[in-house]
């Protein structure tokens, strides 16, 4: 599909639990999937949700479903990625809903960060994300094939 999301976009969230899709994407967004969008837990970091385009999402759903539900790790991404999917389409003011169970477990409160991640989006609450920025990768953290990154 070609699409490409990047930046970080400081953002509110509204009394309602809505969130304007930046200008600069809107778009894209609607090209891309039609402002079909899912949004879901991050199974990997606390404070973040998954942003996806639908038709993203669908591959991604269809690998974690296919997992073999005997093994916890797998019940886990299942739970948190599919389990809790949410289809979210932007209003006439380019505004989603979040649920309030997901703005809740990830205390996504006023303010929060967009993050253009490639193929998806990360809604971070302001806490989390300010927490991740502070993390630093050291020597130990660098396996063979980060080494030869030239950033």
Known sequence: MGQMFQGETAITIDDKGRLA???SYRDLVARACGNRLVLTYSPFDMGCLYLYPQ???EKVRDQV??????????RQMQ?????????VEPDGSGRISIPASQRSACGLEKRA????MGDKFEL???????????????DADLGDGLLDLQL
Not at 65 to 72: C, E, Q, Y
Not at 79 to 87: C, D, E, Q, R
Not at 113 to 116: D, N, S
Not at 124 to 138: D, N, P
């Open 55 to 57: 038709d993203v999402w």
């Open 21 to 23: 899709i930046p200008t």
């Open 113 to 116: 960060v967009l993050l253009g």
């Open 79 to 87: 739970f948190k990625l599919v389990g809790a999917a949410a289809f």
């Open 124 to 138: 971070w609450s302001e806490q989390a994300h300010h927490a991740q920025i502070r993390q630093t990768l050291s």
């Open 65 to 74: 479903n296919a997992l073999p539900r005997t093994r916890s790790v797998n």
